[in-house]
T-cell receptor
């Protein structure tokens, strides 16, 4: 059973479009995250939700809007996509211990 | 602002060697430190988690140590194998994060290649 799953795995889209990435975890964790890995492979946190409430927003442009319908799901919606949004986006979850990551969504904006 | 650095950036070793990967962080007020591996095109796999009160953790051929006062952690891999080839990332969680959560600040990674 996949612990943290995100869809789609690959996403290619044109500039200006709006797209969503979905994430689900079956670990029963209270906290979920979105991280971005740039072209230099550096990983940086974007958002964190604890039990459906936003607790971390790392100065991400407001074109990015996370939504957590319940504590097992955290989706990421991106408006007006730009070339610089091309990256790998990782969903993760944690409880009192370590973090567990999904397989990533490779977003390419053309 | 927490900064995490990993040395070396890349490492190539013959199979069977024991090796050490280094991680340093600038702010010693951490809650825990976690080591991950990332295979090309794949997600992150958690290897070891060390709480701030612990000095080391072991799993199979892997041993991670933590010296919080000096801001350092090492990942020791014994008897390396070609299957160990991957990028290794360390990440720290700050102490005192309100509202729960395990916000990670990642290092720059060490790309390891183990050759036959």
């Amino acid at each position: 059973d996949t612990a943290v799953s995100q869809t789609p795995k690959y996403l290619v889209t044109q500039m200006g479009n709006d797209k969503s990435i979905k994430c689900e975890q079956n670990l029963g964790h209270d906290t979920m995250y979105w991280y971005k890995q740039d072209s230099k492979k550096f990983l940086k946190i974007m958002f964190s939700y604890n039990n459906k409430e936003l607790i971390i927003n790392e100065t991400v442009p407001n074109r990015f809007s996370p939504k957590s319908p319940d504590k097992a799901h955290l989706n990421l919606h991106i408006n007006s996509l730009e070339l610089g949004d091309s990256a790998v986006y990782f969903c993760a979850s944690s409880q009192s211990g370590g973090s567990f990551f999904g397989q990533g969504t490779r977003l390419t904006v053309v | 602002k927490q900064e995490v650095t990993q040395i070396p950036a890349a490492l190539s070793v013959p199979e069977g060697e024991n090796l050490v990967l280094n991680c340093s962080f600038t702010d010693s007020a951490i809650y825990n430190l976690q080591w991950f591996r990332q295979d090309p095109g794949k997600g992150l796999t958690s290897l070891l988690l060390i709480q701030s009160s612990q000095r080391e953790q072991t799993s199979g051929r892997l041993n991670a140590s933590l010296d919080k006062s000096s801001g350092r952690s090492t990942l020791y891999i014994a008897a390396s194998q070609p299957g160990d080839s991957a990028t290794y990332l360390c990440a720290v969680t700050p102490r005192g994060l309100t509202g729960g959560g395990n916000k990670l600040t990642f290092g720059t990674g060490t790309q390891l290649k183990v050759e036959l």
